[in-house]
């Protein structure tokens, strides 16, 4: 066995503690180890080494965690670049079929956690397009079934989500689903009950997702522990059903301990406590504490315009949801000004017969009728 005295194995240890990093949680950690791995198998390997594009992809997937997108979107970009011309369409000789089969894995991959990066960047046209790739090559890879299949059907099924698509992304999240039933993957079925859950949210039928979302707080909880930041997610996501059914108590708590957990493991700036905080200020606000909701709303309005870009449609849904509230308390200019730019952003990023979009055109009719 080599020595971690080696580079190589160095490397490949570091590399080994990112991903048992990510999977638990600590992103910091598990970034620097991925940085210190990628640089060595650079030296080591060279600049077009399937190792590297390997650290590449797992460095992309935890920059990403930490809300660095334009960096993780750089090291997936990176990453594709080495495994295409390696992963070509030519069949390779029996004997190099595992290591060809490896590489394809690779591929899909680094273009999933691209669409991710890229979504999450709110470019959800370019985000559809690569996932599309994925889904595409995975299917022709695995014509019998595979977990990237499963991850890429779930991919895209989020894209249409946003995209408002809801009709669309039903039966990818589904498929996916009877893929991690059979397979016995509790976290991928977590995931994916969590997903089918907010898009009941979205749809509006409370009662429907509530059960789905509860099932995936369950499944990931026993899975990875309670003050994990997966579980927090799922939480949330709860607590927004739990909303909308008017069980308000529930859903402050499940929104408070998911920024509590956010906050301890990826900072109380980062994009995530932002999607609690908006979470918290709208229970606050239907139970009419107003200065509560103001300063939730307002805090997560403020990390989301430091860490988005300027047209990303979740600062239109912070602005919405705070000119609401600033029209309750009688801010009835500022509340118009907010909902104005929300309109035009969620025009640009979602287009105008996007379901958010007609709403907040509502609102400003609405607003502009009362006052």
């Given at each position: 066995?080599?020595?971690?005295?080696?580079?190589?194995?160095?490397?490949?240890?570091?590399?080994?503690?990112?991903?048992?990093?990510?999977?638990?949680?600590?992103?910091?950690?598990?970034?620097?180890?991925?940085?210190?791995?990628?640089?060595?198998?650079?030296?080591?390997?060279?600049?077009?080494?399937?190792?590297?594009?390997?650290?590449?992809?797992?460095?992309?997937?935890?920059?990403?965690r930490l809300d660095r997108l334009p960096e993780a979107e750089a090291a997936l970009d990176r990453a594709l670049a080495i495994l295409q011309p390696l992963a070509g369409p030519n069949p390779p000789p029996d004997d190099e079929a595992l290591v060809a089969d490896e590489l394809r894995r690779l591929l899909i991959g680094a273009e999933l956690a691209r669409g991710g990066v890229v979504r999450a960047s709110g470019r959800l046209d370019e985000a559809e397009a690569q996932c599309r790739r994925a889904l595409a090559r995975a299917e022709a890879a695995f014509p019998d079934?595979?977990?990237?299949?499963?991850?890429?059907?779930?991919?895209?099924?989020?894209?249409?989500?946003?995209?408002?698509?809801?009709?669309?992304?039903?039966?990818?999240?589904?498929?996916?689903?009877?893929?991690?039933?059979?397979?016995?993957?509790?976290?991928?079925?977590?995931?994916l009950l969590h997903n089918l859950g907010g898009l009941c949210h979205a749809r509006g039928d409370f009662a429907a997702g509530e059960s789905a979302a509860r099932r995936a707080v369950e499944l990931r909880e026993a899975l990875l522990g309670a003050d994990h930041p997966a579980v927090a997610a799922d939480r949330e996501a709860w607590g927004a059903l739990l909303e909308g059914l008017g069980r308000h108590a529930e859903a402050e708590r499940a929104y408070a301990s998911s920024l509590a957990s956010f906050e301890a493991h990826q900072g109380p700036d980062s994009l995530e406590a932002a999607s609690s905080l908006a979470s918290?200020?709208?229970?606050?606000?239907?139970?009419?504490?107003?200065?509560?909701?103001?300063?939730?709303?307002?805090?997560?309005?403020?990390?989301?315009?430091?860490?988005?870009?300027?047209?990303?449609?979740?600062?239109?849904?912070?602005?919405?949801?705070?000119?609401?509230?600033?029209?309750d308390r009688g801010a009835h200019e500022e509340a118009h000004q907010l909902l104005e730019r929300a309109l035009a952003i969620f025009t640009i990023a979602l287009g105008p017969a996007h379901p958010h979009t007609r709403a907040v055109a509502g609102n400003v009719e609405a607003l502009a009728k009362r006052n």
């Open positions: 066995m080599a020595s971690t005295d080696d580079p190589a194995s160095r490397a490949v240890a570091l590399h080994e503690q990112a991903i048992a990093a990510r999977l638990e949680g600590r992103y910091q950690e598990g970034e620097r180890a991925c940085r210190q791995a990628a640089a060595i198998f650079e030296a080591v390997d060279g600049p077009e080494s399937a190792d590297l594009a390997n650290a590449l992809i797992e460095h992309g997937r935890l920059l990403e079934g595979d977990h990237l299949v499963a991850e890429a059907l779930n991919a895209l099924g989020m894209i249409h989500k946003f995209q408002g698509r809801y009709a669309e992304a039903e039966p990818l999240y589904r498929r996916a689903l009877a893929f991690a039933t059979a397979a016995g993957d509790e976290e991928a079925e977590a995931t918290l200020g709208s229970v606050q606000h239907a139970q009419g504490r107003l200065d509560e909701a103001l300063a939730s709303y307002r805090r997560a309005l403020a990390i989301r315009q430091a860490r988005l870009p300027p047209q990303h449609f979740d600062l239109a849904l912070t602005m919405n949801n705070l000119a609401m509230l600033l029209d």
